[in-house]
Nanobody
Framework: QVHLEESGGGLVQAGGSLRLSCAAS????????LGWFRQAPGKEREFVAL???????TYVNSVKGRFTISRDNAKDTVYLQMNNTRLEDTATYYC????????WGQGTQVTVSS
């Protein structure tokens, strides 16, 4: 099983950028499909983006063209570059393998202000 820890969240003005990181432990990091998810207050957790073993990526429509997921297998880390942020991107962001494990990390809070 892999352990994942998110970081990089914070306060950003609408239109600004932020990069989230997710550090993984485990010797088979490169074999996992990895994803970012988010949960806004009062809402269910939703899928944001994933990256497969070859580096191919998929995004929810609401972030296409603004967010970029990437991975560095040498550092056992997956990233989420958030550009042109919107108020509705405010949420706690989590990473997980795909399909997701039952356990989730603490996530990292992203707050977009006007």
């Amino acid at each position: 099983q892999v352990h994942l820890e998110e970081s990089g969240g914070g306060l950003v003005q609408a239109g600004g950028s932020l990069r989230l990181s997710c550090a993984a432990s485990g010797r088979t990091f490169s074999s996992y499909v990895l994803g970012w998810f988010r949960q806004a207050p009062g809402k269910e957790r939703e899928f944001v983006a994933l990256i497969d073993r070859s580096g191919a990526d998929t995004y929810v429509n609401s972030v296409k063209g603004r967010f970029t997921i990437s991975r560095d297998n040498a550092k056992d880390t997956v990233y989420l570059q958030m550009n042109n942020t919107r108020l509705e991107d405010t949420a706690t962001y989590y990473c997980n393998v795909i399909p997701p494990m039952n356990s989730w990390g603490q996530g990292t809070q992203v707050t977009v202000s006007s």
